[in-house]
């Protein structure tokens, strides 16, 4: 059963920090585009950051460049995002998603809220 679970969420200030992370399962982690987007109440869902499956190259949000970092750890099967500098505007639910040419999944998100 593939599963992605979110966690580190939460509450933060403007300007705070948070790191999330994406445990996975049920799939061969190593050969999954690994990306985290996030969807803000009444918009779309957007793409923040991506990650291919080495790790070796990385892809950004123009809004999060500088202050965003995605990695993984494929002993690990887990993909995180570092989140720092955060604005109020971020405050979302954030997914992570996996994805092969033929094959996609989903997280069931994490709520970040930024807020003073």
């Known amino acids: 059963q593939v599963q992605l679970v979110e966690s580190g969420g939460g509450l933060v200030q403007p300007g705070g920090s948070l790191r999330l992370s994406c445990a996975t399962s049920?799939?061969?982690?190593?050969?999954?585009?690994m990306s985290w987007y996030r969807q803000a109440p009444g918009k779309e869902r957007e793409l923040v950051a991506r990650i291919s499956t080495t790790g070796g190259s990385t892809d950004y949000a123009d809004s999060v460049k500088g202050r965003f970092t995605i990695s993984r750890d494929n002993t690990k099967g887990t993909v995180y995002l570092q989140m720092n500098s955060l604005k109020p505007e971020e405050t979302a639910v954030y997914y992570c998603?996996?994805?092969?040419?033929?094959?996609?999944?989903w997280g069931q998100g994490t709520q970040v809220t930024v807020s003073s």
């Open positions: 998603n996996a994805r092969t040419l033929s094959l996609d999944y």
């Open positions: 049920g799939f061969t982690f190593s050969r999954y585009t």
